[in-house]
């Protein structure tokens, strides 16, 4: 972990998190997605173990760190998160020779929000981290840059109780851009009127949060989950292994 530059204190304007993985228990995550296969398995009677299930969706979806899979290099369009998992579902169905049709898909959406108001959970520490920063770290504009879509960003934010914790919410669909694109992150900084210099990510991804952060000139902080050793991942000023090793760094840098 880089050591704190305390001439630097003080400057910051803004800090950013990621959601899913970062403030979001990305175990509850795993088990929204084993209830969803469980409840395809006996909606299609499907010789499946869920486990296996979970782990095909999955790759339709995420990368091994569960950070989302980048699209077609020659596809510039921008594709919703919603719209990814309904090819993944339609993947899964596709291995037992199964065609889901619009009311398929109309259900997959009901399970998928029903399982992930039931079983997504915030990490502990969410709430300790923001509540410090709301009690002892004003004006400080506090913010979250996600790659998710619009309709689930509100649902589980008012089913979680978080929205009114942050100044700004910047979701992929709202800019038509995923991280580490510089766009969604230059629409954050907008939002808070500052510069990237002025600013903090939180992030555990590495390519999403911590390089896109990096390209517009953010101070990162890598919550480095999965313990990783790349070369390339120099580029993170602060790395934790657990999002509650983020305090004693935030409370340095913006004291």
Request: charged share 25%.
């Amino acid at each position: 972990m880089q050591k704190i530059n305390k001439k630097g204190v003080k400057r910051y304007q803004a800090i950013f998190f990621d959601f899913g993985g970062t403030l979001m228990d990305a175990e509850s995550d795993n088990v929204t997605h084993l209830q969803m296969m469980k409840d395809i398995i006996q909606k299609y009677n499907l010789p499946a173990c869920p486990e296996d299930l979970v782990d095909k969706y999955n790759s339709f979806l995420f990368t091994k760190e569960m950070t989302l899979l980048d699209g077609d290099p020659e596809d510039e369009s921008f594709i919703p998160l919603g719209e990814s998992t309904k090819k993944a579902f339609a993947g899964i169905l596709s291995q037992y020779n199964i065609h889901p049709s619009l009311e398929d898909y109309r259900w997959f959406k009901e399970i998928y929000f029903e399982n992930h108001q039931k079983y997504i959970k915030l990490f502990p520490e969410t709430w300790e981290i923001i509540r410090y920063l709301r009690n002892h770290h004003r004006p400080l504009h506090l913010g979250i840059i996600s790659d998710i879509d619009n309709d689930y960003m509100e649902f589980q934010f008012n089913i979680l109780g978080i929205s009114s914790l942050f100044d700004s919410i910047t979701t992929s669909e709202e800019v038509q851009s995923y991280k580490p694109e510089a766009k969604i992150f230059q629409v954050a900084l907008n939002k808070a009127g500052c510069r990237g210099e002025k600013s903090i990510m939180v992030g555990d991804s590495y390519k999403r949060d911590i390089a896109g952060g990096k390209n517009v000139g953010m101070t990162t902080i890598w919550i480095n989950k999965f313990n990783l050793d790349n070369p390339d991942t120099e580029k993170a000023d602060f790395i934790v292994i657990h999002l509650k090793d983020i305090l004693p760094i935030l409370d340095e840098l913006i004291k």
